[in-house]
């Protein structure tokens, strides 16, 4: 065990490195790493540029960056299997990291050297990393139901989890102890400075999966979940609540986003869930919804950054969604798309002068919503007559059907046992909508 000395000028080989390709689709700008490189974790680090460690399809892990200017620059770090790993910034400016597959921890100092130390524990595959009190680093060890401490002088320490643990979270709390997602055992547990286990909190389902947990700024501690599309949150008193996202699939990685909501991964898409538990509706981080958001985090210029893992692509006669091992993943800044309103494509037959449209919301953030207008009109003769109208307010990736009446001079015109037309348009308060033209009958016709 002891510290290697890779580089001591990286930074120089960073000012040379090619560009990465860029290209912007749908609400993310892209970046394209090189040579199979895939990211798995992301930091902001100084000036606006993104540090991150990754792998290569060939077999070594990697170290990079991409500047403000969009310059991507990429550093091997040598053999590794694959994993992911994990990186974190320290008060000192400098940048620490784990390699999961290769079982090794790193730092790259504030002048560009890296080092490399490999943790007591034999394959033990450290993952998430978090800069601690006292000038200390803490890493889990998924494989080895342990929790490493790097102290002030760069030695390590090991402190034992229950058997069965799987620790994959780890944040500081505002009490100055260690919050850890324990995925194996569905527990948060606390840990004190000194490495002492001093509470366990289980979870309310016993098959959760807790992964990610990161700081709010209530001063609780957020999780997610990978069992189920749910995120949770816990007080430094052991207080625990779990709020829906909307989707079916779990969520994997979680941030703390500069607009004060956390964004989180589910699948292929980011979502978003306010610190009151409000949540929005995940959007893909791409049109073709194809690539796995694979890291997450706040950037240095406050936009949100992720990284994507390998394209899927549907292959053979039973349709199993393969990964494309030889392409390279990206990074990316991710904007979610602005709320809009759908209507339904049919409404109900009128009964009673009523009938009733359904209305959805999609796109947005935490705690957005289509707010405006729903309107009913007919057109008579060269003008378009209003019959009814009444403002709504839905979240996003939420719905319901709305009524509207006919009045009377919508029913006289059924009552005569004519068809009715209609448009039906619901308009937003930024002045965008939908509208749609229906026939409306009176119910027992034909």
């Known amino acids: 065990m002891g510290w290697l000395a890779l580089c001591g000028a990286v930074f120089a080989m960073l000012a040379c490195a090619a560009p990465g390709q860029a290209a912007t689709e749908g609400e993310s700008t892209l970046t394209g790493l090189r040579d199979g490189t895939h990211a798995t974790g992301i930091v ?13 399809a060939s077999g070594e892990d990697v170290l990079g960056r991409v500047d403000s200017e969009g ?23 400098s940048f620490w990291f784990t390699e999961t597959g290769a079982g090794r921890l790193g730092r790259v100092h504030p002048g560009g050297a890296i080092e490399q130390l490999t943790p007591p524990s034999a394959a033990s595959e450290p993952g998430a990393i978090v800069a601690g009190p006292g000038n200390t680093i803490w890493f889990v060890e998924e494989a080895a139901d342990r929790v490493g401490r790097v102290g002030a002088g760069g030695g390590v320490d090991e402190f034992r989890l229950t058997p069965g643990a799987r620790p994959t979270g780890i944040a500081a709390g505002p009490d100055g102890a260690l919050w850890i997602a324990e995925k194996g055992l569905a527990r948060i547990v606390r840990m004190a400075p000194s490495g002492a286990i001093t509470d366990t909190f289980a979870l309310p389902d016993r098959a959760s999966l807790p992964h990610a947990i990161v700081l709010g700024p209530d001063d609780a501690l957020w999780f997610s ?19 829906p996202v909307p ?3 779990g969520t994997r990685e979680l941030a703390l986003g500069a607009d004060g909501n956390f964004w989180f991964t589910t699948g292929y ?9 409000v949540a929005g509706e995940p959007a893909c981080v791409t049109s073709a919804c194809d690539l796995p958001v694979t890291g997450l985090a706040k950037g240095g210029d406050g936009a949100l950054w992720f990284a994507t893992g390998n394209r899927t692509l549907n292959a053979g006669r039973d349709g199993t969604q393969v990964p494309a091992v030889s392409e390279s993943g990206f990074l990316g800044r991710f904007s979610p798309p602005p709320v809009r309103v759908r209507l339904g494509k049919r409404a109900t037959r009128v009964d009673d002068g009523l009938t009733t449209i359904a209305l959805s919301c999609h796109g947005g953030s935490a705690e957005q919503a289509c707010r405006g207008w729903l309107r009913l009109t007919a057109k008579s003769g060269a003008r378009r007559v209003l019959l009814d109208q009444h403002r709504y307010r839905l979240g996003p990736a939420t719905g319901r059907r709305l009524p509207l009446l006919l009045g009377a001079r919508g029913q006289r015109t059924l009552a005569r046992g004519k068809r009715l037309r209609v448009e039906v348009s619901a308009s937003l308060i930024d002045g965008s909508g939908a509208r749609r033209n229906f026939v409306l009958r009176a119910r027992g016709r034909r």
């Open 247 to 249: 989707g079916d699939g």
């Open 71 to 93: 310059e991507l620059s990429e550093f091997p770090l040598g053999p590794a299997s694959g994993l992911s790993g994990a990186i974190a910034a320290a008060p000192d400016g």
């Open 44 to 56: 902001a680090g100084p000036g606006g540029s993104l540090w991150f460690v990754g792998y290569r």
């Open 269 to 277: 898409a980011i979502g978003s869930i306010s610190p009151a538990g």
């Open 225 to 243: 979940d990978e069992s189920g599309p749910t995120i949770g949150r816990i007080t430094t008193a052991g207080a625990i609540e779990e709020f």
